[in-house]
């Protein structure tokens, strides 16, 4: 399996608590493409914080600042950090933290290195590794899905020395996928995956929920952080008073979380919509809202259910029973020649695979069929 690593120059400070490692890049890994084109492909690059503008310095005073490792390629000890020789006092030198993002489409693996050589944590480097399917794909087989996390538990088990394996700790945040599984089975799904981690690998399990369906708050907000963070935004030595809104399209959901501005504070009326943060020494009031069904994935299943739907009904009888791979359906939200083979499971129906294939339609007869899944006309 091939290693993906990251530098990053510095970290919040957030590694005494696991759950608050990760910049939450949560959200699924599916490129935004046309609603109902192909499967997109995993992303590969994990941003970095952006690069201040600063006057050039003396060669010699340039030469003295240690340059850190990239990964663990070109780590001379895992084990310890070239930044420094001696931890800050009451912290461990080297650190290292596990977080599995669970998301609809699939599971990756976040592993990251920092060091204490101040009273924050400086984040050195990422490893990044991700696979298919997800979590939510296991609906009935939990000991599957715990099973399905392996290949990335064995890359922490490569990375992480194995002097500092037991003081590693692991987290797992789910999302949508398994939110839209049903809590009997989403629960039977964390509960087999929590104890494959507990009983079959040597890193302790984070202290506080360690695994974990994400509320769609906490996913859009963690969102906002990590981008306003790598814009310098937000975090210690921030300058800027503005931040940006966030839209973060998963494939089982989608959230939109920003700070809004008011004449008058009062008039932001209080509600669910309505998050306090603390972050960076600095207090934010944002507005967010989760929209569970529709994700780039699932939105496009549900363009597929309603093409299918719409079209039984200009059939004799009932006819879902009979479909098939080989049942063609005319969608015109694909491209003139284009065939694909989609799953359908619309509510009240028994789930079932279809060919759908395009040419009949047109971009309006395809507008038409995403403002009703979209509820535009509620």
């Not at 993906?4 to 510095?10: A, G, L, Q, V, Y």
């Not at 839209?247 to 959230?255: F, V, Y």
């Not at 509600?271 to 934010?284: C, I, N, Q, V």
């Not at 994935?297 to 309603?306: D, G, I, K, Q, T």
């Amino acid at each position: 399996m091939p290693i993906k690593t990251f530098p990053i120059s510095e970290a919040p400070d957030v590694v005494d608590g696991i759950k608050d490692v990760t910049p939450p890049d949560h959200a699924d890994f599916d490129a935004p493409e046309a609603i109902t084109g192909d499967e997109p492909e995993p992303s590969k690059a994990r941003p970095k914080k952006p690069a201040k503008v600063v006057a050039a310095k003396p060669a010699s005073e340039a030469a003295k600042k240690p340059k850190g490792p990239t990964g663990p390629a070109d780590d001379p000890d895992p084990e310890k950090t070239t930044y420094c020789t001696t931890a800050f006092p009451g912290k461990k030198l080297v650190q290292y933290a596990l977080m599995i993002d669970a998301g609809s489409t699939g599971s990756r693996i976040h592993i990251y290195k920092f060091n204490y050589c101040e009273a924050s944590p400086m984040l050195e480097y990422e490893v990044f590794e991700q696979l298919r399917p997800g979590l939510s794909s296991f609906r009935g087989k939990p000991a599957e899905a715990a099973g399905s996390l392996n290949p990335l538990m064995k890359l922490a088990q490569e990375t992480v020395p194995k002097s500092l394996q037991h003081c590693t700790p692991v987290a797992v945040k789910a999302t949508a996928g398994l939110r839209l599984l049903g809590k009997a089975d989403s629960d039977a799904i964390l509960k087999e995956v929590e104890h494959h981690l507990r009983s079959d690998f040597p890193f302790p399990l984070a202290p506080a929920d360690p695994v974990v369906v994400m509320d769609g708050k906490d996913e859009g907000v963690y969102a906002w952080i990590t981008a306003n963070y790598l814009l310098n935004k937000i975090g210690e030595g921030a300058t800027e008073t503005d931040t940006l809104a966030v839209m973060d399209l998963g494939g089982a959901s989608t959230q939109i979380v920003f700070e809004p501005t008011f004449a008058d504070d009062s008039l932001f009326a209080d509600g669910d919509h309505k998050y306090a943060l603390t972050f960076g020494g600095r207090e934010f009031t944002l507005y967010q809202h989760s929209y569970l069904g529709y994700g780039l994935m699932r939105a496009r299943r549900s363009v597929h259910n309603l093409v299918a739907f719409t079209w039984s009904f200009a059939q004799e009888g009932d006819v879902w029973a009979t479909l098939g791979k080989d049942k063609e359906i005319a969608n015109p939200c694909l491209g003139l020649g284009r065939r694909k083979v989609v799953e359908l499971d619309p509510p009240g129906r028994t789930p079932a695979s279809v060919t759908m294939v395009g040419g009949t339609g047109g971009y309006e007869a395809c507008k038409r069929v995403v403002e009703l899944v979209m509820a535009k006309d509620a």
